[in-house]
């Protein structure tokens, strides 16, 4: 009957040392394949000893062939031109010549051998690539540093670090790959350029950018960052870099590792290695994670970076004449915060059209705002993407990323206003975080923006996921009721409980309670973020320092079950305002202090 089954060819690549996590990773991928398939394992090496290859063997069955592969012969004539460090082998660079060593297959699976299978790999192996030359996960690791990101779009050349992928987990096209010339472009760059912080990775990065299926993440779980990853949707663990539950004891996930490895003949060696781990060598597996940090920050330095010109009228050190209009601007919020009227826009907004019955479908049950809904957040999309590019929104860094990832019940999400892109902003964190997988973001927004914001602006206003307040008491029950729902199916909503924005305004104000109320409520947490911010080196069209943004996501605020509704609103407000005043202060080193005058003040004026 096997003979009769598909064949999925599955490569690995170890040297000796290796084979007892080898071992664990046939384990669980044999455990949770399905029976439709033959996997055809081919194990890549150079000095696997012969009672280790025994020991691999006997995973062998109906469904399953291993074969040993001695690439010795083949290494030998490119073994110079291979740069390796720290705990890495040549034997990671095995990967890029397959589409040579193995042109009997179109398609293969490559996968790292510190990495325990919770998921069926056929299901990986069946993604359609189309003509993409390679199928894998966003890597983890870069998508929440920005100097790792910075070293993917600078020295790698990715257009973006998000498409930038881990090469462990790799669905490798190969007959597009050797129409592309991949392996004869691989020894052309391997002779011009050295790669040095992920190396054979950076090399597949460059090579294959434009030609990439992104896969979930959930096929490339790394300990990393994704330690609150739901372990239903887990499909493959990847122990990545130092984390290994072989050498720590406190490694995220070593739980399902140790679960596979009690079931091999390596058990006792595998417990064997880890007591044997010194104290001196975990130091250097942490040191090693901040001496690569340095050594992508030394790349960078080498980089000119021209992502931060691009469609810049001018920069610091020439003239260029500061816009009347922001000047009035920046003049008319000194004279607001001064009166301490902080809940008044400052800017000269459209006159308020009131929301009728009938214009606006605030959950998107009509067929006809569904479509818009589908569009305006396809369009939405593309022109965060563009602002990014453009540097008309920079995004310098993201700090806590982990409080926005670990909540899974639906959340009030509150931020700072003081700029038309900073919603842009917190679209961007809520994507990097992954949760934009499984839940939806909705914004609070102002009447007039809804009904009588013109062109492309009021379009995205009026169907991308957006929750307008309204003046009429019949409409503010539907939105209550569309808050209600949306919570409670696991969304989030972003609201701005200042109920003001002033442009580049870099305090936090008094905060309304509304947010506070909807999120005590429906029984949800506030998620509270403040933006602090830094003049760049860009200059804007409006003559000022187009702004980095710093992003800082706090520690989830819930309400108490013990006390009433209103109780828990002034005590998440309040804890709010505390958290959000603390960044301030520790950012920009001065106390948080207001220029308003009280009413005596006024009279003596």
Known sequence: MSENLKEIPIFFAIDDGYTPFLAVAIQSLIENASKDYKYLIKVLHTNVQKDHMEQIKKYENQNVSIEFVNLNYYIEKVKDKLYTRDYYTNTTYFRLFLTELYQQYDKVLYLDSDIIILGDVSELYNTDMGTNLVAAAPDDIIQTNKVFQDYAELVVGVAKYQHYFNAGVLLMN??????????????????????????????????????????????????????????????????????????????????????????????????????????????KDREAEKELANLAIKENSCVGDDRRYRGVTDKIGESTEKSKDRLEILEKIQNLEREGKFDIDAENDPPTIPLTPDNVDYLKKKSYSKLKNIVANKIGEKFLNDIIKENKLIIKQINGIENLQK?????????????????????????????????????????????????????????????????????????????????????????????????NYRKPKPLKNGAFKLAARNNVPVIPIFITMEDSNIIGEDGFPVQEYIINIEEPIYPDEKLTEKENTNNMLEENSRVWKKIYEDFYKIPLKYSTVNEKEKSVI
């Open 174 to 283: 190969l007959d597009e790959l050797r129409k592309f010339k991949f392996q004869e472009k691989f020894l052309y760059l391997l002779e011009k350029v050295k790669f040095s912080v992920a190396q054979d990775q950076d090399y597949l990065n460059r090579l294959c950018k434009g030609r990439v299926t992104l896969i979930s993440h959930d096929w490339d779980v790394m300990p990393y960052v994704n330690e609150e990853t739901k372990p239903e949707d887990i499909k493959i663990i990847h122990y990545n870099f130092a984390y290994k539950p072989w050498h720590f004891e406190d490694v995220t996930y070593n739980e399902y590792f140790w679960e596979y490895a009690k079931k091999t003949e390596f058990y006792d060696e595998i417990l064997k290695v880890r007591e044997s781990y010194t104290e001196d060598q975990k130091f």
């Open 407 to 503: 909540v899974k019940t639906g959340a009030m999400i509150t931020c700072n206003h003081f700029n038309p892109f900073d919603s842009f902003s917190i679209e961007e964190v809520f994507r990097t975080s992954g949760q934009a997988k499984t839940k939806k973001l909705y914004k609070v927004i102002r009447e007039g923006n809804y009904t009588n914001f013109p062109g492309f602006y009021g379009f995205l206003f009026r169907n991308a996921n957006t929750l307008p307040l309204s003046s009429s008491n019949r409409k503010m029950v539907e939105f209550m009721k569309a808050v209600d729902t949306i919570l409670k199916r696991g969304d989030f909503i972003l609201i701005y409980p200042e109920q003001s924005m002033w442009w």
